[in-house]
Each structure stands twice: as structure tokens, then as C-alpha cells.
């Protein structure tokens, strides 16, 4: 399972090498039993580019995200990547979330492709909090409703797309997710 690990890095292209090493040392020797390797691109001022890999093994789920850092022309420090990763006991694994986008529902026969799956991880190291003006229904009211909102877990969210990366893509994603979910019943 690691070879194939390693294919994956390779074929998603960023710093396969460097990924590879890091997760050796999370591993700390255990094996792998799945993986799941999400390249994803992203555009503001310039090209970023994300890699995450979730890795499950018999006892844990490392997850590893490198991100590039952009070079500082003004002091000359060349381009840089951050590399953080984690391991979680899968005890520790409160939550394994899947939102499924199914085109033509009516049409969906048992395991056929999604177009796209969003696999949401918990396990209570980070929250997000979503805050908005909170309104009342009057529409003349003017008053200040102070905010509401909600305290989602946000350890990690992995948005698979058949449009970007394919069906197989999104086929490992599922496999990954029900592996996963499988380990944490456990």
C-alpha cells in the first residue's frame, strides 16, 4: 500500500519527495492500510498550489497539508512550503461526514459516480465559527439583533470533484471514506 502511496504523490506532482519523507516520520513505521491524496490549485493574486493526504492506519489517521509560500523579493527569501501534519487516534475520530452531489438523482442507480464528494473529518482539534447579523422578520425594523451562528468542527475537508480530477478521483475518495468509516466503528 505504501508503493502505491508513493505513485499518488508522484502523480499529483507536488514535492512528491519531500510529502513522502514527512509522512514517514508520522507513520513512525506503522502500515498503511488506506490513502488519500487531494491535489488541489488555487487562485488569488497568483497560483497557489495545496496538497492534503489523509493516511489510515491500523490504529491512526495522519493527515499531512503543504501549502506553497510565495518568495520574498524584498528580503530575497526564495519560495518556501509549509508542511503540517498530525496523527489521530482513531478513537479520537468523533465524525467521518460525506456530502455526496449526485447529478440527475432520479436516474441513480446503486454505486454509480457522484460528481462530486465533500469528506468532512471530526475529531475536535479545530472549529470554525460562522457568524451573521442576526434579523428579525419585521422589515421595517431597524433594530440591532446582535449575531447568530454556528461552531462547525473544521479539522479537515477534502472537496473531491469528477469535473476536476475525474471519477476515478472521486471513486478513491469514497473507498478512502468508507475504509475510514469502517476503522472508526471499530
Known amino acids: 500500500m505504501r508503493k502505491t502511496l508513493n505513485t499518488r ?7 512528491p519527495q519531500l510529502v513522502s519523507d514527512l509522512l514517514e516520520v508520522a507513520l513512525a513505521g506503522e502500515d498503511v492500510v488506506a490513502h488519500l491524496v487531494q491535489a488541489e490549485t488555487t487562485f488569488d493574486s497568483e497560483v497557489r498550489r495545496h496538497l492534503t493526504v489523509l493516511v489510515l492506519t491500523p490504529t491512526r489517521l495522519i493527515t499531512a497539508h503543504v501549502d506553497d509560500q510565495p518568495a520574498d523579493e524584498d528580503d530575497g527569501r526564495p519560495g518556501q512550503a509549509a508542511a503540517t501534519t ?12 460525506l ?5 440527475e438523482p432520479e436516474k441513480h442507480p446503486n454505486g454509480a459516480s457522484r460528481l462530486e464528494l465533500n469528506l ?3 475529531w475536535g482539534g479545530a472549529h470554525r465559527i460562522d457568524l451573521e447579523p442576526a434579523t428579525c422578520t419585521d422589515p421595517n425594523c431597524t433594530a440591532d439583533h446582535g449575531l447568530t451562528g ?12 469528477s469535473a476536476a480530477e475525474g ?20
Not at 456530502?99 to 447529478?103: A, F, Q
Open 167 to 186: 471519477n476515478d478521483a472521486v471513486r478513491a475518495a469514497t473507498e478512502f471514506a468508507e475504509a475510514l468509516s469502517r476503522a472508526t466503528a471499530a
Open 120 to 122: 468532512a473529518i471530526g
Open 86 to 97: 498530525e496523527a489521530v487516534p482513531l478513537k479520537e475520530v468523533r465524525s467521518v461526514g
Open 99 to 103: 456530502t455526496h452531489i449526485i447529478g
Open 9 to 15: 504523490l508522484h502523480r499529483a506532482g507536488y514535492y
Open 150 to 161: 454556528q461552531s462547525l468542527p473544521d479539522d479537515v475537508v477534502v472537496r473531491v470533484s
